[in-house]
């Protein structure tokens, strides 16, 4: 049978289960069921699933045996958390196809070993996950569609934001002939630290391909990201990165902070007259590790042509200088003719 939730607030705590399987969810003695998985669907604002007891998880589960897997479709308005061994999984342990797991929500956060899976134990194929999210923040988490011993299952990742820290995105294959799957992210900004890895792997099947496109990709070195083959064909990586494209290197800075002051040498005593200048053409002095910028000459552009046409005598050079009786200095376009008087009577009306 399917299940259908709608809530404001969803809360899975200590063992507590949401299932659809045709697994027992408290007893791993009782053998499966002969029959299909049904399928769960989730309408919340939150929802939580957090394990305080170490031998029970928290789970909402589709999982199957041989006759097909249920699908989980989660629709939660603003935070999903899995904490602490909590999982969400559509899982296959038969035969069969495993069902696929549908995602959509605000903020995902994965910590302490918390999960989301379609992985298949059996000789089925994995099933698909597929996630829309603003924001995906992971921490010892994982997100998987690895198959024992057939292939893996598909992912899809349409996060604006994705943090992974020790956290593991996975369609792998460990020992089955079918390839690995595919594993899709559209994102603007990606950072992986700490041995997180983004792998699509298989051992003696191919490997599947990895297609990330964002703005900016930063992973530190311990960070794996790989679509190999131990014996098939290696999957193809490509990674679409508009801005940036390359590693990032966490470096622990040092215990004990220096005094810049200790690092300047003191030339100059302190009781004496010193002074440091920097002069140059005005506003802000170059930058000494920068290259030196071209400086430009003022040249005059303007077109003179059509008043020299309207004008016959043209534009003329001023040749001289004069101060009028009103105070004002006046260009001359001749030299005129002084007297020696009248130079110095000109010299002592400038001078004042």
Known sequence: GNLEVNAGDLTILD?????????????????????KAGSISINANNLEL??????????????????GGGNIDLVIAEDITIANNSEIDADTKGASAGGNIELRTNNLNLNSQGRISVDSTGSGNAGNIKVWADSFAGDNGSISAT????????????????FLD??????????????????????????????????????????GNIDITTEIFLV????????????????AVDINSVETEG??????????????AALIASVCPKDGVNTLSTTGKGGLAENPSQ???SRSVWEDLRDFSSEKESNSQGIIEAKA???????????????????TSDYWALFNQCSK
């Open 15 to 35: 063992g507590a289960t949401i299932s659809a399987s045709n697994f027992s969810s408290t007893n791993n003695d009782i053998p499966p069921g002969a029959g």
């Open 50 to 67: 957090d394990t305080h007891a170490e031998d029970v998880p928290s789970r909402i589960t589709a999982s199957t045996n041989n006759s």
């Open 147 to 162: 198959s024992a011993n057939s292939g893996g299952g598909d992912i899809e990742l349409a996060i604006d934001n994705i």
């Open 166 to 207: 020790r956290t593991q995105l996975s369609t792998s294959v460990e020992d089955g002939t079918g390839g690995g799957g595919n594993l899709t992210i559209d994102s603007n900004v990606i950072v992986g630290k700490n041995h997180s890895s983004i792998i699509a792997q298989a051992d003696r099947g191919d490997g």
């Open 220 to 235: 530190t070195n311990d960070t794996l990201v790989d679509a190999s083959s131990q014996s098939g064909v290696d999957g």
């Open 247 to 260: 590693q990032i290197e966490i470096l622990n800075l040092p215990d004990n902070v220096i005094d810049p």
């Open 291 to 293: 290259n030196l910028r």
């Open 321 to 339: 200088w004069n101060i009028s009786d009103r105070g004002t200095v006046e260009l001359l376009s001749h030299l005129p003719q002084a007297k």
